[in-house]
Each structure stands twice: as structure tokens, then as C-alpha cells.
């Protein structure tokens, strides 16, 4: 190392006393990993100040002010938020986030080992029908939720093509009019865009256990089963555990789903914080609250990245 | 390792053999299949129906089309401003994915091979950054785009671009046409303008401070309702994703390779853009694709920060401006929706391994 840099610094040197000139002095400094790393930072940097860390420093502003559209906001201080501890609409999207993040992760988890464990067998066309399934994931989420809000509507829908064989009575107002049944739409919609999320991810992971692993079980007489939960599980949740906190994030934080198919309704059974927050917010031109129903996610959200953060780094360290 | 002996395949297999494949393997790969694409059928066939006589009468089976036709694409077309959206979608997609992986590439280089103090406390901000959703933010974000001035948002364009850009167009220039200016003359511009425009942002926060309150809605002196307000905040999720993405892959080529080229005199700017950057092309097609998919999926930001029906883009229009009142134009609806899929759906058919490698990086890595 010391010779390396002893070599490189005569060279740099000699050329200096070469050219001769102050420029080649700035260069090399500017060429030191001390500057030219912080320089390489700044333009990413810059943005994540303007565009991150402003922001957030006003929305904590703005949350304890009572800003509108239009006029002067002054400071209130918590009052946005004790406000909204005794609103039962939001209480109620408070018990909806954790419900609606709740079900659709355990759906998808399974939901995305099981297709994991299917993709992972040989078949022909393998590679075409492990790429497609990933469609749901790739696509704008809310534009293919189109073809859900005209397959949950009350008149329109083909469900009932499908529901009828099986003497299933179709809802009459359709999957989105009844509390209970809109959740499950908007949960089912997540699920059917995240399962593929959950399987690509689960199937890359189980690619790198080793194949001479079952190998040895099998002679060592462990039955399929037994090989599943002695090598595939403890192997697997790694990749588990971070593809799981990733996509609970992501869930806790939806929006287009909600929006697009019942924005919040009905009776307000489905809005998330984030459709609330668009709604008291941008539609109700109440900024400060509408900030304060976002930043409400904060704390939650926060525990999980500390978690993926730690995580992430715990198992890159081994 | 000893050789293994050769196992006695039966040239006709068992039947339970095919029982159990069509058990653990087909019946669930079919439902599975029907289960991810049925919605995309389900939303060509509307788009391919007569709307009088089958999408509007429940009594027809809906999903097969039997009197296809394309009238819902040519309404699509003619009627509404879907070609002014998917060109607004198309500027806004490519410019801030190039702003992010310019970006990205010089920010993940420095975190994966600069030693500088508090380099991982920076790559810990880029991961944390990257699992910001957007529905946290977009609030306030939308104060920063109405209430902040014009020249502080173009001024910043303009430096990053050319404190990027130059260094990059060295590539073209060979070493020895460029004796004594080197890195200083590419940076020169870069850091002038970096200076005007934080002076010219603090400049535009003093005089804007006193109008704080007053939002101008309809004036062109903030970002509000242009495309730059995409352009611009799109890259604060998509530059900590590159970011991270970049700096393992950086980290995965070998140091000698560079270290060879810095002996012989090159600086580290032409070391990383003429050995690491072409080395790492793969990784960089990775964080391409995936900014790219998620700038042109993007809905809330589109949908609060772009307020006219010129501006929208594809997702925001379809959805905001073809459902208007109680008429549901199903088959326009459904044609727009595909049709607004089909640019990631083929860009992501084009590199699907380097997509999923971006998509499982994080997971399988660690």
C-alpha cells in the first residue's frame, strides 16, 4: 500500500514538475478521495436536502400549524394531533392500515412461497412463465386496479359468471359497497399485486441453497417435509424476513389501490393514511392535518426500517 | 470428490409419478397463472368489445370478445389527450431516470471505493432514504413545488447537469488533448453554477419569505403544475435506490483493475468513468430499467403535483380524467390501461434477468 502510494505520488509529482502550472495542484486535490468523495456525494445529496429533508423539517411545521390552501397559518402546536386521536374516521383508518397491511402480507407470504416452491421445479417454458407472472409487479398498479373496480361493480361485473357454477350469491351492491367486502377487494387487489413480488424474491433465494443439501438429507433418509423445514426454512429466512419488512412498508404505505377503487369508502371502512391524508389535505385544503395524518405513519414506519436497516447490515457482517 | 454411479432410470416412469407432478407442479402453476394474468385478458377482451351490445349487458359472457373491434383505441386516440399524456410520461420518465443514474453512479462509486469521513453514515441516509414511501411527503413536497421560485429549481438542472455531464464527455476526449486542465476544466463550470444556484435559492427564499402564504397557483414563477416538479422529485426515490444498487455492484468489480490505471498516472474520475462505469454496465441496466418502470408507474406525486388535464401523465389521466361523472367508458377505460402498460411490459420483457437481479439484489445479497 505505502509502496503504491509512494509510486503513484512520484509519478504524480514528476508530471506535476512536468506541466508545472497551480491547476495540477487543484487537480490532485480535487482528486483526493477526502474531496473527490464528497464531491461525487453532492449532487445526490443536494437533491435529497431539497427534496427529503426540507420537506420533512416543513411537514413537522406544518402539522402543528393550522395552514390552509390559501391565508396564514399560525402555530397550534400538538393540537392537529390530539384532533385527530378523537376523529373515529381516523381512528378507524388507523385500525384499517394495520388490518389492511396485516392480512395481505400473510397472504402474500404464502401465497408467494407456495408459487416460489412451484417456479423452482423444471418445466418447459420456464423461463417465459417465471418472467410473466412477475406482470402484476411491473405494470402501473393503477391502471391494471382498473379491471378490478369493473370486475367488483355491482352490475357490470363477470364475477358472477364465475360465482354462479359454484352457487355463490354475488353481493348486489357489488364487492365495494359493504365495509366488510371492500376491505377484502382492496386486500385482495394487494395481495395479487405483491405475490409475485414475494415469489420472484423467495425464488432467487431459494436458488442459492445449495443443491447437494437435499441431497445429503435424502440419503441421511429426511422425507420431503422434514427436508422443507430443516434446510429450505432456516436457509430461506434471511431473504424472508427482508423481502417481508420491505413489502410491509410498502403496504402500510399504499395508496393507489385504496384511491382508485373506493377512495376511503364506504363509510370511510377503507381509507388509509395515506388516502386520508390526500383527502383532508389536498381535497379539504387542510395542510396541517392532512400533514399530520401522514406523519402519524412515522413511527411505525420508522421501527421497520430500523429493523430492515439492522437487518440488512447484521447479515451482510456475517 | 468420487464419481457417482450411474443411476437405473425405468424407461416408463410409475404412474404416481405423473399423479404427483400434476399435483405439486401443473394444477398449481395453473392456478397460479390465471390467478396473475387474468386481469390483463379480462382487460384486453373489454377493450376489444362492441360496448352497447356486450360490455354494458351483463347476460353476455364476458370473457371472450365477439364482435372485436378497435373503436375504443381510435376514441382513445381522438377523443381524449392520451398521445399529450404518454408523451408527457415518456419526457418525464427518461429525464429523471438519466438524472438519477448519473447521480446514483457518481454517489454509489464514492460510497463503494472513496474513503472519506462519514461515507457510511451516507450509505446508511441512502438506504433509509430509498425505504421513504412517497405518501409520507407528499404534503409538504407540494408546499416546496408551489412556493419555491423558478430560477433556484432550472439553476439547480443546469449544475447538476453539467457538473455530471462533463466529466462524462471526457470520455470522448483523449487524455493527452487535455494536458493540464484534466478534471479542474470539467468541474470548473459544475462548481460556478453550483454557487449561483444556492445563492440564487437563498436569494429566492429571502424575497419569496414574506409572500410565504400566498400561493400562486396559475403563475409561472413555481414549479407547480410543470413537468419539472416530476422530473425533479422522482429522483429522490429513484437516486437512493440507484445509489445502493450501484454501490454493491461497485463494490463486486475488483479494486486492481483500477488500481493499475491510477499508477499510470489517470485520475479517479477517468480510472471509474473508462473501467469501473463499462464494467459495471450491467448493474447500471438494472437501476435503468427499475427507475424507469417506477418514474412511469407513478401516481400520487402525478396526481397532486400536476393539476391540469394537459399535464397529466398516463397512470394520473386514465384513471383521473377518463371516469367522469356516472358514465363509465369501460372499453376506453381499459384500452388506456393496457395501453399505458405496454412501454414497461416490453422494456421489462427486454431485460428481465436484470430486472430481477435489481429486484432481488437487496434480498438475496444481504
Not at chain 1, 127 to 139: A, C, D, E, G, H
Not at chain 2, 100 to 112: C, E, N, P, R, V
Amino acid at each position: 500500500m505505502t509502496v503504491r502510494a509512494s509510486v503513484s505520488a512520484t509519478a504524480t509529482a514528476a508530471q506535476a514538475v512536468e506541466r508545472g502550472g497551480g491547476i495540477q495542484a487543484v487537480e490532485r486535490f480535487l482528486d483526493r478521495e477526502g474531496v473527490l468523495g464528497y464531491l461525487l456525494m453532492t449532487p445526490a445529496l443536494l437533491l435529497l436536502i431539497i427534496f427529503i429533508a426540507y420537506p420533512f423539517v416543513l411537514g413537522v411545521w406544518y402539522s402543528m400549524s393550522d395552514v390552509q390552501i390559501f391565508g396564514l397559518g399560525k402555530f397550534i402546536g400538538l393540537k392537529n394531533y390530539t384532533d385527530l386521536l378523537n376523529s373515529p374516521v381516523f381512528l378507524q383508518t388507523v385500525k384499517n392500515s394495520f388490518v389492511y397491511t396485516g392480512f395481505a402480507t400473510v397472504f402474500k407470504l404464502g401465497l408467494g412461497l407456495a408459487m416460489a416452491l412451484v417456479l423452482n421445479q423444471h418445466f418447459p417454458l420456464k423461463n417465459l412463465v417465471r418472467s410473466s407472472v412477475l406482470l402484476p409487479y411491473i405494470v402501473p398498479t393503477a391502471l391494471s386496479t382498473l379491471a378490478f373496480l369493473l370486475a367488483f361493480n355491482p352490475t357490470l361485473s363477470p364475477l358472477p359468471w364465475i360465482f354462479g357454477p359454484l352457487h355463490i350469491p354475488y353481493p348486489a351492491a357489488g364487492f365495494l359497497g359493504d365495509p366488510l367486502l371492500a376491505m377484502g377487494a382492496v386486500i385482495f387487489v394487494n395481495v395479487w399485486r405483491g405475490t409475485p413480488f414475494f415469489a420472484i424474491s423467495l425464488l432467487a433465494g431459494l436458488q442459492t441453497i445449495p443443491q447437494d443439501l437435499y441431497e445429503a438429507a435424502a440419503i441421511d433418509g429426511a422425507n420431503a417435509p422434514n427436508r422443507f423445514r430443516h434446510i429450505t426454512v432456516p436457509l430461506l429466512t434471511p431473504v424472508l424476513t427482508i423481502v417481508m419488512l420491505f413489502s410491509i412498508i410498502q403496504t402500510f404505505a399504499d395508496f393507489q389501490i385504496v384511491q382508485v377503487l373506493t377512495r376511503g369508502g364506504p363509510a370511510d371502512s377503507t381509507h388509509l393514511f395515506a388516502t386520508l391524508a390526500y383527502q383532508t389535505g389536498m381535497q379539504g385544503g387542510r395542510l396541517g392535518q392532512g400533514a399530520a395524518v401522514s406523519l402519524y405513519m412515522l413511527p411505525f414506519l420508522g421501527l421497520l426500517v430500523i429493523a430492515q436497516l439492522w437487518y440488512t447490515r447484521r447479515n451482510a457482517s456475517r | 470428490m468420487v464419481a457417482v454411479a450411474p443411476v437405473f432410470r425405468p424407461n416408463r416412469r410409475p404412474r404416481s409419478y405423473y399423479l404427483s407432478r400434476i399435483v405439486s407442479l401443473w394444477l398449481p402453476l395453473a392456478l397460479f397463472l390465471v390467478f396473475t394474468l387474468a386481469p390483463f385478458w379480462y382487460m384486453l377482451v373489454i377493450s376489444l368489445k362492441n360496448q352497447q351490445l356486450e360490455v354494458n349487458d351483463p347476460a353476455v359472457f364476458p370473457f371472450w370478445p365477439f364482435h372485436p373491434n378497435f373503436d375504443q383505441y381510435i376514441d382513445l386516440f381522438a377523443r381524449t389527450q392520451f398521445p399529450r399524456w404518454a408523451l408527457n410520461t415518456t419526457i418525464i420518465a427518461s429525464l429523471s431516470t438519466i438524472v438519477s443514474l448519473t447521480f446514483g453512479t457518481l454517489a454509489g462509486y464514492a460510497l463503494a471505493r472513496l474513503r472519506f469521513r462519514g461515507a457510511s453514515l451516507l450509505g446508511i441516509i441512502s438506504f433509509v432514504t430509498y425505504l421513504v414511501p412517497q405518501t409520507l411527503l407528499f404534503i409538504p413536497l407540494n408546499i416546496v413545488i408551489t412556493r419555491l421560485p423558478v430560477p433556484f429549481f432550472l439553476v439547480t438542472v443546469v449544475f447538476s447537469t453539467v457538473a455530471v455531464g462533463l466529466p462524462l464527455l471526457m470520455l470522448f476526449i483523449p487524455p493527452e488533448k487535455r494536458v493540464g486542465w484534466g478534471p479542474l476544466a470539467s468541474w470548473l463550470p459544475g462548481i460556478l453554477l453550483f454557487g449561483i444556484g444556492v445563492s440564487l435559492g437563498l436569494w429566492g427564499l429571502t424575497a419569496k419569505g414574506a409572500a410565504l402564504n400566498e400561493i400562486d397557483l396559475g403563475g409561472a414563477t413555481n414549479l407547480s403544475n410543470t413537468m419539472w416538479a416530476l422530473i425533479l422529485t422522482y429522483p429522490t426515490f429513484l437516486v437512493p435506490f440507484c445509489t445502493w444498487l450501484l454501490t454493491g455492484y461497485f463494490q463486486s468489480i475488483p479494486r486492481e483493475l483500477e488500481e493499475s490505471a491510477l499508477i499510470d498516472g489517470a485520475s479517479r474520475m477517468q480510472a471509474m468513468l473508462r473501467i469501473v462505469v463499462p464494467l459495471a454496465l450491467p448493474g447500471i441496466l438494472s437501476a435503468f430499467i427499475f427507475a424507469f418502470t417506477l418514474s412511469w408507474n407513478e401516481y400520487i406525486y402525478a396526481l397532486v403535483f400536476l393539476t391540469s388535464t394537459a399535464n397529466r401523465t398516463i397512470p394520473v389521466g386514465v384513471v383521473n380524467e377518463l371516469i367522469r361523472g356516472d358514465v363509465y367508458f369501460w372499453g376506453t377505460l381499459m384500452a388506456g390501461a393496457l395501453l399505458g402498460s405496454v412501454p414497461v411490459a416490453i422494456v421489462y420483457s427486454f431485460f428481465v434477468d436484470h430486472y430481477v437481479s435489481g429486484l432481488t439484489a437487496g434480498a438475496v445479497k444481504g
